[in-house]
């Protein structure tokens, strides 16, 4: 089963914010933007196990970053 697409329009600074954070944490696109929606449309309970996972060990990472600038 497919799944319906959509397209957005972003400011290019989002964009570059969003490129970066894909960059950084090897995420796609796709996961992030879906992620967002459901957290924003309070159903984060829906997005996969796998992107929740990401976001934590990516949080986990800044946490780490910020601790050893301090």
Not at 34 to 39: D, E, G, N, P, T
Not at 42 to 53: D, H, K, T, W, Y
Request: charged fraction near 30%; include cysteine; aromatic fraction near 2%.
């Amino acid at each position: 089963m497919t799944k319906p697409q959509i397209t957005i329009r972003l400011s290019p600074s989002l964009l570059t914010e969003l490129n970066q954070y894909v960059e950084e944490t090897g995420t796609s696109k796709t996961d992030v933007v879906v992620s967002a929606i459901a957290q924003y449309l309070g159903c984060a309970e829906s997005v996969p196990l796998i992107q929740r996972m990401a976001e934590l060990e990516r949080r986990v990472k800044d946490l780490e970053a910020e601790k050893r600038r301090n």
